[in-house]
C-alpha cells in the first residue's frame, strides 16, 4: 500500500504539466494525495497492537467485597424538550441499582436546563426507586433501565411470585410516567404537585434556564440510616443539581456541569471513583462497576489507571447503519488500538474516572490509593446544613481565580471538553483502559436525522481541530508522557476538520476538468495508471473487510462511504471554518445539543432507512451542489469523448479514472438524486436547496473552463 502511494507521489511529481499551462490543478492533486497518504499512515498506528481485556469480577469480591470503595456517579442533562425528563430518570434508575452495594453509590443529576419538569422526575424517580432497586437485585434483571426492561414482555417460565412482582413494578413505573408526563403535557406544575416537597419553591418568576441561583436538594440521604427500600435495605444518594447561572459567567457547557459536579460530590460522598454518563445513555450491565473496580483494584496495574471508558454503543441504529452513528470500526480497532498504546481517549459517556487524577493530580512512581481510607465519612450535618454547604460549591463564584477547567477537572474552552480532559489527563503520566464487555455497558440513542449527525460531527472536529492548536497538541506538543503511537492515534480525529479541503478537491476538480474533457490521472495504458488502481481498490477492499469483521453489513459499508463523503465535506469544512473564525475572534464557542426526540414521520422513516434531510441546512446546499456536478460532468465528460469536433479530439483512455470517481460518487448519492428529484416527503430535500445547489454548478461549470485547459 505505502509502496503504491509512493508510486502515486513520484508520478505526480515528474508529470507536472509544464508551465504557463495551469500546473495548479494537479499540484492541487499531488497536495491532496500527499495528505490522504500521511492520514493513511497515522490510522495504521491504532492497528499495530490492539489489546482485548476481560475481567474476574468473582475474584474482586473475595478479595475485596468488605472494602469496596464508594462510587459516585454523574448524569448530565441540559434542556427538557429535547432531552425528555422520563428518558433521564431511566438512565438516573439504572445507575441507581448497579449489583453494587447501595450505601456506597451516590448518584448526582446535573440539570442544565435549570428545569422543575426534571426536578419532579427525578423526586418520583426516587420514589419509584424504592420498589425498583430491590426488584433488579432479587431477581437479577437486565437492563436495569425501566424503560428498556419492560420494553420487552414477561417471558415464561416465570415463577408465580416473579410474574406477580413484574406486573406490580411495572404497573408503578407506568404511574410514574404518566405522572411524570402530567405537567409536561399541560406545561405546568400543579400547586398540588408543589406541595409535595418544598424543593420546587425555588422555581419563582425570575428562574430561566441561563439565569438563575444554585438549586440542590439531597433527594435520598445515604447516610440517614431511614434511607430504605420496601425490603428494608439501603438506598443510594440521590441529588438533584442545578448550578447557578448568570449571563455575565460563561457556564462552560458540560464541562461546566461536570466541574460544578466534582466540586458538590466532594462535599456530599466524596467517592475515589465517579463514573460519568450522558442522560441518553443508559447502564446496560448491572455489573458495570465490578468490572470497573477490576481494573482500579488490580494489585500490579491498577494504580496506573485513571479512567476506564467504555465504547457509545447505541441502541437506536438500523440495521444498516444509516448514518455510520455507530462507529463500528472505531469501537472494534481504533480503540483497543489505542490501549496497546497506553489509553484510549476519553468519550464523555460511560467511563469511570479516579477522582484524583480527574481533578488533575500527577502519577508518580510508586503511587497507591488507600482504598480503605475512603469508605464513607460520617458527618454529623443535617440534610439542610449539608445541601446549604455544598450549594455554595456550584457557585459561579466559586471558580474564580481557581485552576478550575485549566489545570483541575474536566477542560474549558473545547468542543470535545471530554477528549482534551482524557489527553491532559495521560500527559500527567497516567493510563487509561478500553473495555467493552461482552454485554454492552452502557447504550445510548444517537441523532437519527442527517443534519443532526453532521452538526455533531461539526462540534466534534471542530473540538479536535482545538485540541491540534492547543498546549497538549499530540502532534506539536510533546512531553515524552504519551507513547508516538498514542499521539498518531489521537491524530486520526484531531486531523478531521482538515481532511475536508483535500476532500472537497477530489469530489469538485476531477469532475470539473471531465466536464471539460481535461485529464488529472494517468492513461489507462500507461503503467502509472495501476498504482492509482491498487492503491483505490486495496484501500477499499481493506476497508469493506475491517467493516465486515467489525460486525457492519455489506450496505453499512457503503453507507459509511457516503458518510465519510458527506462528513468530510460539510461537518468538517464548517468545524475548520468556524475554528479560523474563533481564531480571529468572530465567533465563539457553542455547544448544539442533540435532540433525543423526533416526531412519528421522521422516526418511521428512519426505521425504514430512508435519508432524512427536510431543510435547507447550508451543508444540503453543498451535498447536493457536489452530486449534481458530478453527474453534469459525466455527462459532459461523455459528450466530449462522443461528440467532439475532430480538431479537439478527447480520448477516453485519458479520463477512465475521472469516469470512474465521478461514477462512483454518482452512485454514492442516489439518496441526494432521490431527494432532489423523486420524493415529496417532509424528509425530501426542499426547492430552495436544489435551487441554490443548481446555481452553484451553472457557476462551476461555466468558470471550469477558464480555470482549466485542455493542454493540460
Ligand atoms: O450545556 C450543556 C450541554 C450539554 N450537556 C450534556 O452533555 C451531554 C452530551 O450532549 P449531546 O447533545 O448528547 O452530545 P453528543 O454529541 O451525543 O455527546 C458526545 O460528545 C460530547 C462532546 O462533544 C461529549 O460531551 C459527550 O459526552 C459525548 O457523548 C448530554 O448529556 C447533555 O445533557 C450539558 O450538561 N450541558
Ligand atoms: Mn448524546
Given at each position: 500500500?505505502?509502496l503504491?502511494m509512493?508510486?502515486?507521489?513520484?508520478y505526480?511529481?515528474n508529470?507536472?504539466?509544464?508551465?504557463?499551462?495551469?500546473p495548479?490543478?494537479?499540484y492541487?492533486?499531488?497536495g491532496?494525495e500527499?495528505?490522504?497518504?500521511?492520514y493513511w499512515?497515522?490510522?495504521?498506528s491504532?492497528r499495530?497492537?490492539p489489546?482485548?481485556r476481560?475481567?474476574?469480577?468473582?475474584?474482586?469480591?473475595?478479595?475485596?467485597e468488605?472494602?469496596?470503595?464508594n462510587?459516585?456517579?454523574?448524569?448530565c442533562?441540559a434542556?427538557?424538550?429535547?432531552e425528555?425528563?422520563?428518558?433521564?430518570?431511566?438512565?438516573?434508575?439504572?445507575?441507581?441499582a448497579y449489583?453494587?452495594?447501595?450505601?456506597k453509590?451516590?448518584v448526582y443529576?446535573?440539570?442544565d436546563?435549570?428545569?422543575a419538569?426534571?426536578?419532579?422526575?427525578?423526586l418520583?424517580?426516587?420514589r419509584?426507586?424504592?420498589?425498583?432497586i430491590?426488584f433488579c437485585k432479587k431477581?437479577?434483571?437486565e437492563?436495569?433501565?425501566?424503560?428498556?426492561?419492560f420494553?420487552t414482555?414477561l417471558r415464561?417460565?416465570?415463577?408465580?411470585l416473579f410474574?406477580e412482582?413484574w406486573?406490580a413494578?411495572k404497573?408503578r413505573?407506568q404511574?410514574?410516567?404518566?405522572r411524570?408526563e402530567?405537567?409536561i403535557?399541560s406545561?405546568?406544575?400543579?400547586?398540588?404537585i408543589k406541595a409535595e416537597h418544598e424543593?420546587?419553591?425555588?422555581?419563582?418568576?425570575?428562574?430561566?434556564?441561563r439565569?438563575h441561583?444554585?438549586i440542590?436538594?439531597?433527594?435520598l440521604?445515604?447516610?440517614?440510616p431511614e434511607?430504605?427500600d420496601?425490603d428494608?435495605?439501603?438506598?443510594?444518594?440521590?441529588?438533584?443539581?442545578?448550578?447557578?447561572?448568570?449571563?455575565?459567567?460563561?457556564h462552560h457547557?458540560?464541562?461546566?456541569?461536570m466541574?460544578?459536579?466534582?466540586?458538590?460530590s466532594s462535599?456530599?460522598s466524596?467517592?475515589p471513583?465517579?463514573?460519568?454518563v450522558?442522560?441518553?445513555?443508559?447502564?446496560?450491565n448491572?455489573?458495570a462497576?465490578?468490572?470497573?473496580?477490576?481494573f482500579f483494584m488490580?494489585?500490579e496495574?491498577?494504580?496506573?489507571f485513571?479512567?476506564?471508558q467504555?465504547?457509545?454503543?447505541?441502541?437506536?441504529?438500523?440495521k444498516?447503519?444509516i448514518y455510520h452513528?455507530?462507529?463500528t470500526?472505531?469501537?472494534?480497532?481504533?480503540?483497543?488500538?489505542?490501549?496497546?498504546?497506553?489509553?484510549?481517549?476519553y468519550?464523555g459517556?460511560?467511563c469511570f474516572?479516579?477522582?484524583?487524577?480527574?481533578?488533575?493530580?500527577?502519577?508518580?512512581?510508586?503511587?497507591?490509593e488507600?482504598?480503605?481510607?475512603?469508605?464513607?465519612?460520617?458527618?454529623?450535618?443535617?440534610?439542610?446544613?449539608?445541601?446549604?454547604?455544598?450549594?455554595?460549591?456550584?457557585?459561579?463564584?466559586?471558580?474564580?481565580n481557581?485552576?478550575w477547567?485549566k489545570k483541575?477537572?474536566?477542560?474549558?474552552?473545547c468542543?470535545?471538553?471530554d477528549?482534551i480532559?482524557g489527553?491532559?489527563i495521560q500527559?500527567?503520566?497516567?493510563k487509561?483502559?478500553?473495555?467493552?464487555p461482552?454485554?454492552s455497558g452502557?447504550?445510548g440513542i444517537?441523532?437519527?436525522?442527517?443534519?443532526?449527525?453532521?452538526?455533531?460531527?461539526k462540534?466534534?472536529s471542530?473540538?479536535?481541530?482545538?485540541?491540534v492548536?492547543?498546549?497538549?497538541?499530540?502532534l506539536?506538543r510533546w512531553?515524552g508522557?504519551i507513547?508516538?503511537g498514542?499521539r498518531?492515534?489521537?491524530?486520526?480525529?484531531?486531523l478531521?476538520?482538515?481532511t475536508s479541503?483535500?476532500?472537497?478537491y477530489?469530489v469538485i476538480v476531477?469532475?470539473?476538468c471531465?466536464?471539460?474533457?481535461?485529464?488529472v490521472?494517468?492513461k489507462?495504458s500507461?503503467?502509472?495508471f495501476?498504482?492509482?488502481?491498487?492503491?483505490?481498490?486495496?484501500n477499499?477492499?481493506?476497508?469493506?473487510f475491517?467493516?465486515?469483521?467489525s460486525?457492519?453489513?455489506?450496505?453499512g459499508?457503503?453507507n459509511?462511504l457516503?458518510?465519510?463523503?458527506?462528513?468530510?465535506?460539510?461537518?468538517?469544512?464548517?468545524?475548520?471554518?468556524?475554528?479560523?473564525?474563533?481564531?480571529?475572534?468572530f465567533?465563539k464557542?457553542s455547544?448544539?445539543v442533540?435532540?433525543k426526540?423526533?416526531?412519528?414521520e421522521v422516526?418511521?422513516?428512519?426505521?425504514?432507512?430512508?435519508?432524512?434531510?427536510?431543510?435547507?441546512?447550508?451543508?444540503f446546499?453543498i451535498?447536493?451542489?457536489i452530486?449534481?456536478?458530478?453527474?453534469?460532468?459525466?455527462?459532459?465528460?461523455?459528450?466530449?469523448?462522443l461528440?467532439?469536433?475532430?480538431?479537439?479530439?478527447?480520448?477516453?483512455d485519458d479520463?477512465?479514472?475521472?469516469f470512474?470517481?465521478?461514477?462512483?460518487?454518482?452512485?454514492i448519492n442516489?439518496p441526494?438524486?432521490?431527494?432532489?428529484?423523486?420524493?415529496r416527503?417532509?424528509?425530501?430535500?426542499?426547492a430552495?436547496?436544489?435551487?441554490?445547489?443548481?446555481?452553484?454548478?451553472?457557476?462551476?461549470c461555466s468558470?471550469?473552463?477558464?480555470?482549466?485547459?485542455?493542454?493540460?
Amino acid at each position: 500500500m505505502f509502496l503504491g502511494m509512493c508510486s502515486i507521489w513520484f508520478y505526480r511529481w515528474n508529470h507536472v504539466p509544464e508551465t504557463g499551462k495551469r500546473p495548479w490543478v494537479w499540484y492541487g492533486m499531488f497536495g491532496a494525495e500527499l495528505f490522504f497518504g500521511f492520514y493513511w499512515v497515522l490510522s495504521q498506528s491504532v492497528r499495530w497492537r490492539p489489546l482485548r481485556r476481560s475481567t474476574f469480577k468473582e475474584r474482586l469480591s473475595h478479595r475485596y467485597e468488605n472494602k469496596l470503595p464508594n462510587v459516585d456517579i454523574f448524569v448530565c442533562t441540559a434542556d427538557p424538550t429535547i432531552e425528555p425528563p422520563l428518558l433521564v430518570v431511566n438512565t438516573v434508575l439504572s445507575v441507581m441499582a448497579y449489583d453494587y452495594p447501595s450505601e456506597k453509590i451516590g448518584v448526582y443529576l446535573s440539570d442544565d436546563g435549570g428545569s422543575a419538569l426534571t426536578f419532579y422526575a427525578l423526586l418520583e424517580a426516587s420514589r419509584f426507586s424504592k420498589h425498583w432497586i430491590p426488584f433488579c437485585k432479587k431477581f437479577n434483571v437486565e437492563p436495569r433501565s425501566p424503560a428498556a426492561y419492560f420494553s420487552t414482555p414477561l417471558r415464561p417460565p416465570a415463577s408465580d411470585l416473579f410474574a406477580e412482582e413484574w406486573q406490580a413494578v411495572k404497573k408503578r413505573y407506568q404511574v410514574m410516567e404518566s405522572r411524570i408526563e402530567a405537567p409536561i403535557k399541560s406545561g405546568m406544575i400543579s400547586e398540588e404537585i408543589k406541595a409535595e416537597h418544598e424543593g420546587f419553591s425555588e422555581w419563582d418568576a425570575k428562574v430561566t434556564a441561563r439565569n438563575h441561583q444554585t438549586i440542590l436538594k439531597i433527594l435520598l440521604d445515604g447516610r440517614d440510616p431511614e434511607n430504605t427500600d420496601v425490603d428494608g435495605r439501603p438506598l443510594p444518594t440521590l441529588v438533584y443539581l442545578a448550578r447557578e447561572k448568570r449571563p455575565q459567567y460563561p457556564h462552560h457547557f458540560k464541562a461546566g456541569a461536570m466541574n460544578a459536579l466534582l466540586r458538590v460530590s466532594s462535599a456530599i460522598s466524596n467517592a475515589p471513583i465517579i463514573l460519568n454518563v450522558d442522560c441518553d445513555m443508559y447502564s446496560n450491565n448491572s455489573e458495570a462497576v465490578r468490572d470497573a473496580l477490576c481494573f482500579f483494584m488490580d494489585e500490579e496495574k491498577g494504580h496506573e489507571f485513571a479512567y476506564v471508558q467504555h465504547p457509545q454503543s447505541l441502541i437506536n441504529v438500523t440495521k444498516n447503519n444509516i448514518y455510520h452513528n455507530r462507529l463500528t470500526v472505531i469501537d472494534a480497532k481504533d480503540h483497543p488500538g489505542a490501549d496497546g498504546f497506553g489509553g484510549p481517549m476519553y468519550i464523555g459517556t460511560g467511563c469511570f474516572h479516579r477522582r484524583r487524577s480527574l481533578c488533575g493530580r500527577e502519577y508518580w512512581k510508586g503511587y497507591k490509593e488507600d482504598w480503605s481510607k475512603n469508605t464513607a465519612k460520617k458527618s454529623d450535618e443535617s440534610v439542610t446544613e449539608l445541601e446549604k454547604r455544598a450549594k455554595g460549591l456550584a457557585n459561579c463564584a466559586a471558580e474564580e481565580n481557581s485552576h478550575w477547567g485549566k489545570k483541575v477537572g474536566v477542560r474549558y474552552g473545547c468542543a470535545v471538553e471530554d477528549v482534551i480532559t482524557g489527553l491532559s489527563i495521560q500527559r500527567n503520566g497516567w493510563k487509561s483502559v478500553y473495555f467493552n464487555p461482552p454485554r454492552s455497558g452502557f447504550l445510548g440513542i444517537g441523532p437519527i436525522t442527517l443534519e443532526q449527525v453532521l452538526i455533531q460531527h461539526k462540534r466534534w472536529s471542530e473540538g479536535h481541530l482545538q485540541i491540534v492548536l492547543s498546549d497538549c497538541s499530540p502532534l506539536f506538543r510533546w512531553n515524552g508522557k504519551i507513547k508516538i503511537g498514542l499521539r498518531m492515534a489521537y491524530s486520526i480525529y484531531n486531523l478531521w476538520a482538515t481532511t475536508s479541503i483535500p476532500a472537497l478537491y477530489y469530489v469538485i476538480v476531477p469532475a470539473l476538468c471531465l466536464y471539460n474533457g481535461t485529464p488529472v490521472f494517468p492513461k489507462m495504458s500507461s503503467p502509472w495508471f495501476v498504482a492509482f488502481v491498487y492503491v483505490i481498490v486495496a484501500n477499499h477492499m481493506n476497508g469493506l473487510f475491517e467493516s465486515l469483521w467489525s460486525g457492519e453489513t455489506l450496505q453499512g459499508w457503503w453507507n459509511m462511504l457516503r458518510m465519510m463523503i458527506f462528513k468530510r465535506t460539510t461537518s468538517y469544512l464548517f468545524g475548520l471554518v468556524n475554528t479560523i473564525l474563533k481564531l480571529s475572534g468572530f465567533s465563539k464557542s457553542s455547544f448544539v445539543v442533540t435532540a433525543k426526540v423526533a416526531d412519528e414521520e421522521v422516526n418511521g422513516r428512519y426505521d425504514r432507512e430512508i435519508m432524512e434531510f427536510g431543510s435547507a441546512s447550508p451543508m444540503f446546499v453543498i451535498i447536493a451542489a457536489i452530486a449534481l456536478l458530478n453527474l453534469v460532468s459525466l455527462c459532459g465528460g461523455l459528450k466530449a469523448v462522443l461528440f467532439a469536433p475532430s480538431n479537439e479530439f478527447v480520448d477516453f483512455d485519458d479520463l477512465v479514472l475521472q469516469f470512474l470517481l465521478c461514477g462512483f460518487l454518482i452512485l454514492i448519492n442516489v439518496p441526494v438524486y432521490e431527494a432532489l428529484f423523486f420524493r415529496r416527503d417532509e424528509g425530501s430535500l426542499p426547492a430552495a436547496v436544489m435551487l441554490r445547489s443548481l446555481v452553484f454548478v451553472v457557476l462551476a461549470c461555466s468558470i471550469g473552463p477558464l480555470l482549466v485547459t485542455k493542454s493540460l
